[in-house]
């Protein structure tokens, strides 16, 4: 494969997990999986909390697709690194920059991302399975962008 198929699978892999996210967070999270999720609706007690068992579910498909294509780089490991791309920028917006999990990027005057942390606690503002919205984690919905910077 070339370089230009080779990118457009990472970053067609990691749009799609942005869509899964959204789905598995609104769906599964918030459905049956919210014996797991419940865990980051509340106040954490200590480091880890059983939410983030999410994490290691979405790493095994990155890391079996990265495995099954290295012994050629074919598109199975560039689809594994697309996946694995997104956990790093879930982990930085999410837990770093959202839930200050570690003391990184705690102000910006950056618009979006001031929407994305608002909306985020929004999200949050809703304690129990039911009655939350905003369930996408990098995507922020213009009407979000509109509320939280008055555009």
């Given amino acids: 494969m070339n370089i ?7 970053l ?5 997990m942005e869509c899964t996210a959204w789905f598995t967070h609104k ?12 865990s980051h609706h509340q106040p954490r007690k200590g480091k880890l909390e059983l939410n983030d068992l999410y994490g290691f579910v979405f790493a095994l498909p990155s890391a079996w697709l990265i495995v099954l294509g290295s012994g050629n780089f074919d ?3 560039y ?8 956990g790093l920028a879930y982990f930085l917006v999410h837990d770093v920059f959202v839930h200050q999990r570690v003391k990184w990027l ?11 942390r608002q909306t985020h606690h ?30």
């Fill in 4 to 10: 230009l198929t080779n990118i457009g699978v990472l």
């Fill in 12 to 16: 067609g892999f990691f749009v799609l």
């Fill in 27 to 38: 769906y599964i999270m918030h459905g049956f999986g919210w014996v797991w999720h419940e």
């Fill in 75 to 77: 598109w199975r490991f």
């Fill in 79 to 86: 689809a594994g690194l697309g996946i694995a791309l997104y």
């Fill in 106 to 116: 705690k102000t910006t005057n950056v618009p979006y991302f001031r929407a994305m």
């Fill in 122 to 151: 929004l999200h949050h503002a809703v304690h129990s399975k039911d009655g939350a919205q905003a369930f996408g984690f990098l995507f922020v919905l213009p009407k979000f962008l509109k509320r939280y910077n008055g555009k």
